[in-house]
């Protein structure tokens, strides 16, 4: 079975800016999470889909906002970027809710914002 | 709020020696606790997991324990390689979120 992919792997933006990253989760998989990863503030959840509803949100602005298809590929954007959002964004999948199943995480994309 | 709390945040073990990370986590409602190792370039990878009604886990040179009454628990890495340098990652998953700890560096020296 193929893996978690993430597209684009790299990204640049300039801050004001807006950007949308994708995720297309291991086949047969129905929950996709939404992580932060930075070098101060650690792995951080941002939020999970379930069949298309968003189940769970972490502690993240509204400017973070995700949805997922019915095919259970799953697409997260960033309003209005700030310096601060520069960051490794992973996602990851599981059969099941989050914490039900073994969660598979994809190689990340790399947002850098000038 | 809850919180994981990781240590050390750096290990450097002689290959073929052991090695011991351990974590503590606040939230009473935990009751899922994988281990991640996370390579250079690439997502986190589960290494092995434990749900709250088992104490101990092995699965080859790795293994994990878990003590809910004092809210820690801890990787074991017997027989270290080359190879399992990288950066490991705790992780609890309670009422409805994973939360990570800080991360531990391993550098195994060959």
């Known amino acids: 079975k193929a893996g978690v992919t993430q597209t684009p792997r790299y990204l640049i933006k300039t801050r004001g800016q807006q950007v949308t990253l994708s995720c297309s989760p291991i086949?047969?998989?129905?929950?996709v999470s939404w992580y932060q990863q930075t070098p101060g503030q650690g792995l951080q959840f941002l939020f999970e889909?379930?069949?298309?509803?968003?189940?769970n949100k972490g502690n993240f602005p509204g400017r973070f906002s995700g949805r997922q298809f019915s095919n259970s590929r799953s697409e997260m954007n960033v309003s209005t970027l700030e310096l601060g959002d520069s960051a490794l964004y992973l996602c990851?999948?599981?059969?099941?809710?989050?914490?039900?199943?073994?969660?598979?995480f994809g190689p990340g994309t790399r947002l850098t914002v000038l | 709020g809850e919180n994981v709390e990781q240590h050390p945040s750096t290990l450097s073990v002689q290959e073929g020696d052991s090695a011991v990370i351990k974590c503590t986590y606040s939230?009473?409602?935990?009751?899922?606790f994988p281990w991640y190792k996370q390579e250079l370039g690439k997502g986190p990878q589960l290494i092995i997991d434990?749900?709250?009604?088992?104490g101990e886990k092995k699965d080859q040179r790795i293994a994990v324990t878990l003590n809910k009454t004092a809210k820690h628990f801890s990787l074991h890495i017997t027989e270290t390689q080359p190879e399992d340098s990288a950066v490991y990652f705790c992780?609890?998953?309670?009422?409805?979120?994973?939360?990570f700890g800080t991360g531990t560096r391993l550098k195994v020296l060959a």
């Open positions: 990851a999948s599981s059969q099941g809710l989050a914490g039900t199943d073994t969660q598979y």
């Open positions: 086949s047969g998989h129905r929950s």
């Open positions: 889909y379930f069949s298309e509803t968003q189940r």
């Open positions: 939230d009473s409602a935990s009751n899922y």
């Open positions: 434990i749900r709250s009604n088992v």
């Open positions: 992780a609890t998953h309670g009422a409805y979120k994973y939360i």
